[in-house]
């Protein structure tokens, strides 16, 4: 189907031949740079000095210190980047999972530059050019293939997605106003947000205005120590039937992140996100899943169809690596005019890059048990289970008994020193030192987290990385 009318001005610039080969030319000499960059590099002693500079001014600017010393002179190859200190490293957080494509790809390359030759950068709710609906049509088609949701309003960041999404539930079950969340969630760091994200630090001086009710989020460790799987789900359904019974008729939704990113890359099951998803469905909850982090990322595009419970699904989030962000919903959830709007809808690289994204995990044979972030995610726990047996030392029992590594697809967490925050953040900055970009997450224990660029990222260089990981913790271990 065409989204553009032919017989315009605009169409004549879109498919200007000229322009074409022009863009051509750019992306050929983009690739001449980033074609250089193709193992890790230690810094250049002669840049230091510049480089702690712009560290300096970068955190006056901001008003505290870089947490990483990382500032990229925009060249790249796949999973390595380029900073400004002349380094080379792996990429294996890409931005907390924006960079999905990875660096310098030339897709993303020239998607930008289509978007580049546009009249405006940015677009509104109120004015705008196709491709706003074009990547919104795009998603929605893709989501509805397993769910029933219909419609898309975009905006710019997973919180303010997340902000749509309450409203939009608040709305249909007015006057409802209490929220259900699972313990260690994330949802962003609006004022609404960080009250519902379940983390003291986020929300410290912060009035309290929204009132949340916490449900455990599945633990198979603790689900053994019960008895099974099957207890765990009994506790938790009578635990949420209480909340209902406590505050009858006063919930408006159930928000499901249903793979947990910053509450530590924990994975549950289908049959206990089902048995809370029918105690919402016969309470008249709305079931509102945000996959911010983890969509695109698991066995299947959304982690709904990982768990196969598209047709709970009322209200969804995306971001991150979509670059534009949106909420979807169904057709009952369709808010009344008025509720949802903003100046900006994003800018038009973010749809330009947002579609080519969508059309690579579409066509890249990516999903599934078989599929390439299914092995990626086995060569991941073949490298770390490889660093376990080599070094048993740095890898003693997590306090609650838990997987020392975990995570699904290209969702990747594995959990050195018994999960002690200060070494594992430790690991983590001497990572970076040694070529590997990666981060924390988890609330105690704490994990090395990784969220890697899976599309543009060779199996054969898992051991690439993980060489660098291994001098890393060996200099937390020594203690050096
Ligand atoms: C699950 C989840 N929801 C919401 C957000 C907020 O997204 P943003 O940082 O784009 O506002 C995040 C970001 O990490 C997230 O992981």
Redesign the pocket.
């Known amino acids: 189907m065409t989204t553009k009318t032919a017989a315009t001005i605009g169409a004549g610039l879109r498919e200007d031949g000229a322009i074409s080969d022009a863009i051509g030319t750019i992306l050929e000499r983009a690739a001449h740079y980033n074609d250089q960059i193709t193992d890790t590099k230690a810094a250049d002693p002669g840049l230091a000095s510049d480089f702690d500079a712009m560290l300096k001014r970068a955190g006056e600017n901001k008003g505290r210190g870089l947490l990483y010393p990382s500032l990229q002179t925009g060249a790249g190859n796949g999973a390595l980047v380029e900073m400004e200190d002349g380094s080379v490293k792996w990429d294996m957080l890409t931005g907390?999972g924006v960079h999905f494509l990875g660096h310098g790809n030339p897709k993303v390359l020239e998607a930008q530059l289509r978007a580049g030759i546009m009249d405006t950068t940015k677009h509104g709710n109120l004015q705008t050019s196709y491709d706003a609906f074009e990547f919104g049509e795009k998603l929605v088609r893709l989501a509805s293939r397993s769910s029933n949701l219909k419609h898309a309003f975009l905006t710019t960041?997973?919180?303010?997605a997340?902000e749509s999404a309450i409203k939009v539930c608040y709305q249909k079950h007015a006057p409802a106003s209490r929220v259900i969340a699972f313990s260690h969630c994330?949802?962003?760091?609006s004022v609404t947000?960080c009250q519902i994200g379940d983390s003291a630090g986020g929300r410290q001086g912060i009035p309290l205005s929204t009132q949340v009710d916490y449900m455990p989020f599945y633990d198979p460790a603790v689900a053994e120590r019960m008895g099974g799987e099957t207890k765990f789900i009994d506790m938790s359904v009578n635990h949420l039937q209480d909340y209902i019974t406590r505050y009858p008729g006063q919930h408006a939704c159930f928000i499901f992140?249903l793979v947990q990113?910053?509450g530590g890359f924990n994975v549950g099951t289908r049959d206990y996100f089902k048995a809370l998803m029918d105690v919402c469905k016969d309470n008249g909850i709305a079931v509102w899943d945000?996959e911010?982090?983890s969509f695109g990322r698991t066995e299947e595009m959304f982690a709904y169809e990982m768990y196969g419970l598209g047709e709970y699904i009322d209200v969804f989030?995306v971001?991150?690596m979509t670059q534009a962000?949106a909420t979807l919903y169904t057709e009952q959830y369709n808010p009344k005019p008025g509720l949802l709007s903003g100046t900006f809808t994003g800018a038009t690289a973010d749809f330009t890059v947002g579609n080519a994204l969508l059309d690579e995990l579409e066509h890249g044979g990516y999903y599934g048990k078989d599929g390439k972030f299914a092995k990626h995610h086995a060569l991941f726990r073949e490298q770390v289970k490889g660093l376990m047996e080599k070094h048993p030392d740095w890898f003693p029992a997590r306090p609650d008994n838990g997987e020392l590594v975990g995570g699904v697809g290209g969702m990747m967490r594995f959990t050195p020193f018994g999960g002690d925050k200060a070494k594992v953040m430790k690991a983590c900055r001497a990572a970076y030192d040694e070529g590997v970009i990666c981060f924390y997450c988890g609330h105690g224990p704490f994990h090395v987290r990784m969220l890697p660029p899976l599309p543009v990222f060779k199996e054969e260089d898992w051991g690439r990385v993980f060489g660098c990981l291994e001098r890393a913790l060996g200099s937390v271990a020594s203690g050096s």
């Open positions: 907390i960041s997973g919180a303010m997340n994330f949802m962003g760091r947000m992140e990113g910053e945000d911010i982090q989030c971001g991150k962000c």
